[in-house]
């Protein structure tokens, strides 16, 4: 038994009227998270007991009438770098399994508890968050659920954390976005997955990547559920998401890169998804970006996240190198030979490259711009394991898109806009830091038009 596919709204109700109770819905996470076969490589740890006390507290609270918190009693899983009291904080890696564990809940933990979250467990992830294909030869490679018998990639990082809530060990998780890692396996296992402005969500006692690029963000089942909890991670009110009317809206489709190399199938979805919103009101106009395409020339020393995760694993890679993933390592060891003036002249680029994005969004007047989360859809897990050269050009086309918003510093959301029982693919809609608010309030009504929004995980 694993949870059924609904909203967190839903949960909340059926809670509400005694359909059901926390402990049943901590049950049926706990029973699909310890079933074997998938929920090996989806969590690293679970957390059984754990639930099912915080699950009978929420019941016992309940039933006395006391007022509760909005995640009261409801599963989440958290990805393996968030700092948990008590527990070790492994970063999907081998060679921090003898590390001492957490003194203290990381901000993100501290929260969901006060909302009343029952935490499953902690979920796999690529070594150190540093791909978006979501492969782990240490703890192994949770198959996406759709094409189980290909065994497909999840994507990544947070690749547990997305295999968690289609199988129904989770009503949603929490996991982080450097440069897609939210979005990429949301879009590739047809969720709705949310990266926030980063600086809205406190990254204290989470492993960084890079601290320039990292944000924290859920992977759900609807843009009403990513709300949501993005509320309680920022330490904001909930407040309910109202749409806001297409009719009206002007979205960029860029002109620069962002549908190079789609495959047929998202490039079919992706379409069929442009011209629904556009029957539901919306212009969308193409607006080149050319500073797209300054991005792999300005980030050819490795950027943000070579440098800065150098200078975080630099002593770790000294005394334990050879327990890192080498596809993970290698990339590390470029921030090895980034100079202070190529760090400092990468400062000045991104601000440069964000006042150039922010500029021509503003003179087009749009309210966001819409791309394919990912140009292809998931690919089989095997010849990426074999190959390094394919693993390397696959990983850079998956991250391509998501990037571009991590380094505008920007909000995004992943919604899955494909047919029902087809390969999921993903549309980003995305804008400039610190329109979070009117970025969900859009996609709510995006989801609405596409059909996304009844908790199913295969889109329309």
């Keep these: 038994m694993a949870l059924a596919p609904h909203s967190l709204a839903r949960w909340q109700a059926e809670l509400a009227a005694g359909r059901t109770t926390s402990r049943a819905l901590a049950e049926h996470a706990l029973a699909a998270a310890t079933s074997g076969g998938e929920a090996r490589a989806t969590f690293v740890a679970v957390h059984a007991e754990a639930a099912r006390a915080s699950a009978d507290a929420a019941d016992r609270l309940r039933a006395g009438g006391v007022p509760l918190p909005p995640l009261a009693g409801i599963p989440i ?106 979005r990429i396996p949301s879009a590739f296992c047809g ?22 690029l990292d944000s924290v963000g859920p992977l759900a089942r609807t843009v009403a559920c990513c709300a949501l909890l993005d509320a309680v991670l920022a330490g904001e009110p909930v407040r309910p998401l109202r749409p806001l009317p297409l009719a009206g809206a002007r979205l960029a489709l860029p002109a620069t890169l962002v549908t190079d190399g789609m495959d047929a199938t998202v490039a079919a979805a992706f379409d069929a998804a442009c011209r629904t919103l556009a029957a539901a009101g919306a212009s969308i106009v193409e607006l080149p970006i050319p500073e797209f395409a300054e991005l792999a020339h300005i980030n050819r020393l490795g950027g943000f996240t070579a440098a800065e995760s150098w200078a975080w694993h ?71 394991e074999k190959d390094d050269a394919l693993y390397g050009s696959t990983n850079l086309l998956v991250l391509r898109n998501p990037t571009f918003i991590n380094f505008l510093d920007g909000c995004a959301l992943s919604l899955p806009c494909h047919r029902a029982g087809d390969a999921p693919v993903g549309l980003m809609l995305a804008a400039p830091c610190g329109h979070d608010a009117r970025l969900l309030a859009l996609g709510a009504a995006a989801e609405a038009a596409l059909g996304t929004s009844k908790g199913a995980p295969n889109g329309r």
């Design 314 to 384: 630099a002593r770790l890679v000294e005394e334990q190198g050879e327990g890192y993933d080498p596809r993970v390592v290698s990339r590390i060891r470029r921030g090895a030979s980034m100079t202070a003036a190529a760090y400092i002249e990468l400062l000045a680029e991104r601000k440069r490259w964000i006042a150039g994005v922010q500029a021509r969004l503003a003179d087009a007047q749009v309210q966001a711009m819409v791309m394919p989360t990912v140009p292809v859809v998931a690919p089989p897990i095997a010849p990426l």
């Design 77 to 182: 899983s958290i990805k393996d770098l968030f700092d948990e009291a008590g527990q070790v904080t492994r970063c999907g890696s081998r060679v921090l399994e003898e590390a001492a564990p957490a003194a203290s809940d990381s901000i993100a933990v501290q929260r969901l508890r006060a909302a009343g979250a029952v935490i499953v467990g902690r979920t796999n992830m690529t070594e150190f968050a540093y791909s978006g294909l979501g492969l782990n030869p240490h703890y192994g490679t949770p198959r996406n659920p759709w094409d189980r018998a290909t065994g497909r990639i999840p994507g990544g990082s947070s690749s547990g954390a997305a295999v968690s809530v289609t199988d129904g060990m989770a009503a949603a998780a929490i996991g982080s976005d450097t440069g897609g890692s939210v």
């Design 191 to 212: 969720l709705t997955g949310f990266k926030p402005t980063a600086r809205r969500v406190s990254l204290d006692g989470v492993a960084p990547l890079s601290a320039s």
